[in-house]
């Protein structure tokens, strides 16, 4: 009889034992695809027996990717279970009822060990819909040696960012001071942000949905970009560069000062550019009583609502974005985490010695306007911006005046149903 027992219970035992492995689904852009794969996804799967991560390859284009999501919710249940998401996509997604509520599995303790602004940007009306995995920031690149060799320190104001830019191009060395992307593009806003901040202003208020783009603040910073055409700084041309056309410049030896990301220190500094080991990083620079200002870029992770493993796809979220697994990945390439200390680690450190810079860089970041019209208030901008750096004969006050009176029609539906609520 105990013979029989024993079997008897290993029989019913059985199904669990060969119960098959839950399935979850993540959608990942090309450019990250091999990686996630290799560094994150097999070692999740070891430890996680129980769970495998059917990982899809996506476009290499960010705003592609989100078409596919939003054609995907809109058409019915998402057949992703984990969602990846811009920095800018939280308030879109939770706004249209997509995302599951995360914010009863996190402690406040547990929150504090990210960078604060990258939780931030996974909220919409008080409640968090994304955790962050990795970041990025805007940075002002500097060459070092020309600087020195000058006598200059590394500029703080925008004052003394066009003074050693003029001084400098005077003597031909460079042929530009300061290179910016203004291109009608997503990029002319992640970079305008930044100006904005460093004179004290400000594009929509998350709380009020106040629109400050046509306020004395904001004129100044497009003012202050037109300076930088009108006076030789910067080249005529850049109101038509993207990222990659204002690096490829600058690792040229072609410009003093470039606004851009964390991405090009591995680049310019690579055996061939004629920069490598010339180059400084810096906070953005500001003028009086604004601040330096680092547009706030990266990706996180979210729960769809429509999963039907939520269980399983919080323990994948949070094996992604543990210190091993964002350690890992930093090591292997080079991308930002979120967690504060790993800027401080000893072998990232090593590896990657601008780092601990970088911290100082993203603590002081901020956020486009975390709203769920952000695509077309973005648009907005990006129109009336770019028409008046390229058209000098357009005036500032007028052009941002309608930009700002558009984007408040826009958010005019949002600020009567938030009142309401």
Same mark, same amino acid.
């Given at each position: 009889?105990?013979?029989a027992?024993?079997?008897?219970?290993?029989f019913?035992?059985?199904?669990?034992?060969?119960?098959?492995?839950?399935?979850?689904?993540?959608?990942?852009?090309?450019g990250?695809f091999?990686y996630?794969?290799?560094?994150?996804?097999?070692?999740?799967?070891?430890?996680?027996?129980?769970?495998?991560?059917?990982l899809?390859?996506? +476009?290499?284009?960010?705003?592609?990717?989100?078409?596919?999501?939003?054609?995907? $919710?809109?058409l019915?249940?998402?057949?992703?279970?984990?969602?990846?998401?811009?920095?800018?996509?939280? %308030?879109?997604?939770?706004?249209?009822?997509?995302?599951?509520?995360?914010?009863?599995?996190?402690?406040?303790?547990?929150?504090?060990?990210?960078?604060?602004k990258?939780?931030?940007?996974?909220?919409?009306?008080?409640?968090?819909?994304?955790i962050?995995?990795?970041?990025?920031?805007?940075?002002?690149?500097?060459?070092?040696?020309?600087?020195?060799?000058?006598?200059?320190?590394?500029?703080k104001? $925008?004052?003394?960012?066009?003074?050693?830019?003029?001084?400098?191009?005077?003597n031909h060395?460079?042929k530009?001071?300061?290179?910016?992307?203004?291109?009608?593009?997503?990029?002319?806003?992640?970079?305008?942000?930044?100006?904005?901040?460093?004179?004290?202003?400000?594009?929509?208020?998350?709380?009020?949905?106040?629109v400050?783009?046509?306020?004395p603040?904001?004129?100044k910073?497009?003012?202050?970009?037109?300076?930088?055409?009108?006076?030789?700084?910067?080249?005529?041309?850049?109101?038509?560069?993207?990222?990659?056309?204002?690096?490829?410049?600058?690792?040229?030896?072609?410009?003093?000062?470039?606004?851009?990301?964390?991405?090009?220190?591995?680049?310019?500094?690579?055996?061939?550019s004629?920069?490598k080991?010339k180059?400084?990083?810096? %906070?953005?620079?500001?003028?009086?009583?604004?601040?330096?200002?680092?547009?706030?870029?990266?990706?996180g992770?979210?729960?769809?609502k429509?999963?039907?493993?939520?269980?399983?796809?919080?323990?994948?979220?949070?094996?992604?974005?543990?210190?091993?697994?964002?350690?890992?990945y930093?090591?292997?390439?080079?991308?930002? +985490?979120?967690?504060?200390?790993?800027f401080?680690?000893p072998?990232?450190?090593?590896?990657y010695?601008?780092?601990?810079?970088?911290?100082e860089?993203?603590?002081?970041?901020?956020?486009?306007?975390?709203?769920?019209?952000?695509?077309q208030?973005?648009?907005?901008?990006?129109?009336y911006?770019n028409?008046?750096?390229?058209?000098?004969?357009?005036?500032?006050?007028?052009?941002?005046?309608?930009?700002?009176?558009?984007?408040r029609?826009?958010?005019?539906?949002?600020?009567?149903?938030?009142n309401?609520e």
């Open positions: 009889m105990l013979v027992s024993v079997l008897l219970s290993q019913w035992a059985l199904p669990a034992l060969t119960q098959p492995p839950v399935q979850l689904t993540l959608l990942m852009g090309a990250e091999a996630w794969q290799e560094l994150l996804v097999k070692n999740f799967e070891l430890e996680n027996p129980d769970i495998q991560i059917e899809i390859e996506g +476009p290499l284009n960010s705003d592609l990717t989100e078409d596919l999501y939003t054609s995907a $919710f809109i019915g249940d998402s057949p992703y279970d984990l969602i990846n998401m811009d920095v800018i996509w939280a %308030p879109k997604f939770a706004a249209a009822g997509w995302l599951l509520d995360l914010s009863d599995r996190v402690s406040k303790e547990y929150l504090n060990e990210f960078l604060d990258a939780v931030d940007s996974g909220r919409y009306q008080g409640k968090l819909y994304r962050p995995f990795r970041s990025d920031g805007g940075i002002l690149y500097y060459r070092q040696d020309l600087l020195e060799q000058a006598g200059f320190q590394e500029p104001t $925008f004052e003394q960012l066009v003074n050693i830019s003029q001084q400098l191009q005077e060395d460079p530009w001071g300061y290179l910016w992307q203004g291109r009608q593009y997503e990029g002319l806003s992640a970079m305008f942000v930044e100006i904005l901040a460093g004179f004290g202003g400000f594009w929509v208020d998350p709380e009020t949905l106040e400050g783009l046509d306020k603040e904001a004129i910073a497009v003012e202050f970009l037109r300076s930088t055409i009108k006076q030789g700084i910067s080249p005529p041309g850049v109101t038509t560069y993207q990222e990659e056309e204002t690096r490829l410049l600058f690792q040229n030896g072609d410009a003093v000062f470039l606004r851009n990301w964390p991405y090009v220190w591995s680049l310019a500094n690579q055996e061939g004629k920069v080991g180059i400084g990083i810096s %906070p953005m620079v500001h003028g009086p009583g604004g601040k330096a200002g680092a547009c706030l870029g990266g990706w992770l979210g729960i769809a429509s999963s039907k493993h939520p269980e399983e796809a919080w323990r994948a979220i949070e094996y992604f974005t543990s210190d091993k697994a964002q350690r890992r930093t090591l292997e390439t080079g991308y930002l +985490p979120t967690r504060r200390k790993l401080a680690d072998d990232i450190v090593a590896k010695p601008h780092y601990p810079k970088l911290l860089v993203l603590e002081g970041a901020v956020l486009r306007p975390p709203v769920p019209q952000y695509s208030v973005s648009d907005i901008l990006q129109r911006l028409a008046v750096l390229t058209n000098p004969k357009l005036s500032a006050e007028k052009m941002m005046k309608a930009a700002a009176d558009q984007t029609r826009l958010l005019s539906v949002e600020f009567r149903m938030k309401e």
